[in-house]
């Protein structure tokens, strides 16, 4: 098999990546390790920044999220039982994010691709990267008990944090930053309506809490709880009991509902530098993880991709080499923004295993300084909206 692109992973990078070539006349084979059925239920982010949904719209694969996906003009901070309201609106110039599952448009790109007869490969075994560093890359895997090879110009490594092709990059060509957080996200999807229209943020003593949606009749909720829980030592009652002890307010009640999935991630910050060795580019999560408290890794993996697909139509269509060579540097800036914001969120909401009682008076002053003053909720919302650089 040949192809000019070789796309490593169906998750939200690799299948956006594969859409925006289509639509460029680029050619590409996207291969995935699971099912369709699995990476189409596999439950994770929720959040589309402004210019993650004009991209969307741009490239024809908004229409399912303008109709489903929940339009959120700000988000509540609640501490000492109190809500405050960040408001998007007034503080941004009228931006907004919208609130549309990561599988809802994992599932969007997945029928475009399939409907347009394109190939897109499920179960692959055993993927291996060659040549890298070469003009004439491959990309081989099992299928159906043989090996199979594409040949291949470029290979996009989409394959998420714990995919192969960030290691098949040589010993020491890589930098890696990284922080792995003394805590974990506890997450489940309820069928329940959303007991408040926008997001909560709730900081409190016992450990952070959120509450987010995923329509008006699925509730999804987070739990901040110890590195190393297991989910078998929650069952349901304890995670309602839990939520409503952290989300407590006056006037305000938690509605429960049947738990439809629950699930515990861990939290880590992860950047490699650079995102490209020779012909294979990294994208979206195999280059870069940040703590879910931001909202941004979605994000970052289509904002990678959109940088990467307006390289490749060019060196495709030109030979010109530039853009590629700049994608890396150009991905980084926005990475590290989105970096600094995630690292800043989770440390200003989350109770640390060794922290003290002046730990604690920082953080709520940070908490009320970050509602009281309108240029620090004005970084706070530019950058959960998605901060475009002013300067390029
Ligand atoms: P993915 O989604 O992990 O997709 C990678 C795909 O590659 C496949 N794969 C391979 N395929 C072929 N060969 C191999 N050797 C392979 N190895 C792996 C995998 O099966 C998979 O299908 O990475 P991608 O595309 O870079 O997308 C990144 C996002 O998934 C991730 O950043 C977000 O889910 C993070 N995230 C959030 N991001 C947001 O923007 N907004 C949010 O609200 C948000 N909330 C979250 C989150 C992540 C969470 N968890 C579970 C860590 C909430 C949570 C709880
Ligand atoms: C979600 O709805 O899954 C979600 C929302 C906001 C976050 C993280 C996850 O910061």
Redesign the pocket.
Known sequence: MRTQVAI???????LMLAHLLSREGVDSIV????TREY?EHRV????LEQGSVDLLDATGVGERMRREGLVHRGIQLRFGGVDHRIDFGSLTGGRAITVYG?QELVKDLIAIRLAADLPLVFE?GD?QLHDIDSEHPSVSYMVHGSRTTIECDVIAG???????SRDSVPAGVLTTYERVYPFA?L?ILAAVAPSSEELIYCYHARGFALLSMRSPSVSRLYLQVPADERIDEWPDTRIWEELRTRLASDDWSLTEGPVIEKGI?AMRSFVVEPMQFGRLFL????AHIVP?TG???????LRDVSILAEALTVFFTTGDTQLLDEYSAHCLRRVWRAQHFSWWMTSMLHRFPDSDAYQTQLQLAQLAYTVDSRAAATSLAENYVGYEWATT
């Open positions: 490593v992973g169906a998750g939200p990078a690799g291969i995935e390790t699971r990476v994770r982010a929720g959040v990561q692959v993927v989409c394959d998420g944090f714990h995919g192969v996200w997450g991630s994208s979206g999560d195999a879910p909202a941004k890794g979605m994000n970052l993996a």
